[in-house]
C-alpha cells in the first residue's frame, strides 16, 4: 500500500491510500477541486478513485463529498453518519461495523468515542500489512489498541497540548469537550497509546488533526516522539493546508 495524507486539521480532512488494485480516501473534508489537485500531483485521476470512506458527518470530514458523488465517485458509510449529515447524495453504501472486501483492501469500520451519531476508524489490510486510520476520538478501547499492535502504518490523532487547552481563551465547556471522552486524543494521549501498545511491525505514524489554536506541530513532534522515543519509526507531521509525502509499506 502508499498512504498520502492529503490534508489534516480542523479545516479539512482527506487521506488517500493505494493498493495494486484500489485507490481509496477516507474522508473528504476539503473541496473536490483541491482533492482532484493532489491527485493529479499523485498521478492519479478521480475517476480512478474505488471510494470516499467516512469516518463521521462533521463539515471537516465531508466538505467536499457531495461535489465527489456528483462525479460518480462512491461513498461508504454508516446509515447513522448519512442521516446526521444533511447531505445530498445519490448513492450510499452501507457499511456495518465487520469487515468486507473491495477489491484487494479488506476493510474493517472500528468504532471510536467522539460526537458524532456513530463515528468509526478502519484497519485496512492488504497484502499482510495493515493500516489504521484513528482520527477524532476522545479515548480508545481495547480493539483499538489491538490495532496499533498490528499495524504497519498509522494515521493517529494528536489533536492538542493539554497546556495549551487549559490556558487558552476557550470557554469552558469548549475545553471539556476538546479533552472529554468523545473529544480528541492529546499529543500525551497519542504517544502513550503508542508507547503502550505498538510492536515492532509499526513503522510509520502519521500525526493528524493537529489543532491550529491547541497545539503547534512542534510540541506534537517533540511530545509524541518523548514518549515513543524507544520504538524505530518514522513520524510524520500532517498539515491541513498540503499533503504529506507517499509512504510505501
Known sequence: MKISV??????GNSVFLES??????I???????????YLAELGKDLKELDGVFVTHEHTDHVKGLEQLNKLKVPVYMNRETFLSSNLYLEDVNFFQKK???????KIKPIAISHDAANPVGFSIKNNGSLHGH????????????EIVNKADSLVLETN????????GNYPFHLKERIMGEKGHLS???????????????LKNVFMAHISENNNTHELAMTTFKELTKELKLNRILTNAKKRTEVIKL
Do not use: C, P, R, W
Open 27 to 37: 474522508d473528504a473534508g476539503i473541496s473536490a477541486k483541491k482533492i482532484k489537485n
Open 6 to 11: 492529503l490534508a489534516s486539521g480542523s479545516s
Open 20 to 25: 495494486k488494485e484500489s485507490n481509496i480516501l
Open 160 to 167: 492538542h497540548d493539554i497546556d495549551m487547552v487549559l490556558n
Open 99 to 105: 469487515e468486507f472486501n473491495l477489491k484487494d483492501l
Open 187 to 201: 499529543n500525551i494521549d497519542a504517544g502513550l497509546l503508542v508507547k503502550e501498545n505498538a510492536s515492532s511491525k
Open 134 to 145: 484513528l482520527t477524532d476520538l476522545g479515548k480508545y478501547n481495547e480493539e483499538i489498541k
